[in-house]
């Protein structure tokens, strides 16, 4: 069965630079999660979009902006990186918004030098 | 906000023990749901429990979820070395759609 796609898979980025991340959700899946999780923590949850539209906002830098696109991938974009920022991006993608599973991506670890 | 509490952080267990890991929620879940990471890995979706109360069974692993939907465990009989990993409670609850993680706990397991 297809499951949620994130590219890259890994990235590495100097101080200051800008980044792309990209999510491609189980197909009919309309609603897309961003979650950022450091080494040994609990995923953050920065973003979600249904319907490609901006349905929740968690703890995401101003740095930092999303969209969902009309073929339901989602891409988040991060400028001005910061050596904190370096983590593991975790897309996940579920059909509804509530009382629904989230599958998630494998993720793309981001490591800003 | 939302908090998802969980404890413990860390559960060493001798194969075979059992083990437990419980999550508390600062306010009513519309539903919760269980994830298991293994190192390196990302969130596998478990189970989602969504009523007041309710029980579910996955061979060797039980569910719950309180009867006032801010508390919910996971148990697991008989553990194996297969078992290893970070098991993670996310909730969401009222008009607030996210799932809020809880900051998982680690099982290892001594074979």
């Known amino acids: 069965a297809a499951g949620v796609i994130q590219s890259p898979r890994h990235l590495i980025k100097e101080k200051r630079e800008t980044a792309t991340l990209k999510c491609y959700p189980i197909p009919r899946h309309d609603t897309v999660y961003w979650y950022q999780q450091g080494p040994g923590q609990d995923p953050q949850f920065l973003i979600s979009?249904?319907?490609?539209?901006?349905?929740d906002k968690g703890s995401i830098p101003d740095r930092f902006s999303a969209q969902q696109f009309s073929d339901y991938h989602s891409e988040l974009n991060m400028s001005s990186l910061e050596l904190g920022d370096s983590a593991l991006y975790f897309c996940?993608?579920?059909?509804?918004?509530?009382?629904?599973?989230?599958?998630f991506g494998q993720g793309t670890r981001l490591t800003v030098v | 906000g939302q908090q998802v509490m969980q404890i413990p952080q860390y559960q060493h267990v001798q194969e075979g023990e059992d083990f437990t890991t419980y999550c508390n929620s600062s306010?009513?879940?519309?539903?919760i749901q269980w994830y298991k990471q293994r190192p390196g890995g990302h969130p596998v979706f478990l189970i989602q429990?969504?009523?007041?109360?309710e029980v579910k069974k996955q061979k060797r692993l039980t569910f719950q979820f309180g009867e006032a939907k801010k508390n919910s465990s996971l148990h697991i009989t008989a553990t194996q070395t297969t078992d290893v990993g970070t098991y993670f409670c996310?909730?969401?609850?009222?008009?607030?759609?996210?799932?809020?993680f809880g900051k998982g706990t680690l099982l290892t397991v001594n074979p």
């Open positions: 979009f249904y319907e490609k539209m901006q349905s």
């Open positions: 429990l969504v009523k007041s109360g």
């Open positions: 306010t009513t879940l519309s539903n």
């Open positions: 996310a909730g969401s609850g009222g008009s607030n759609y996210k799932l809020t």
């Open positions: 996940a993608s579920s059909f509804g918004l509530s009382n629904t599973e989230a599958f």
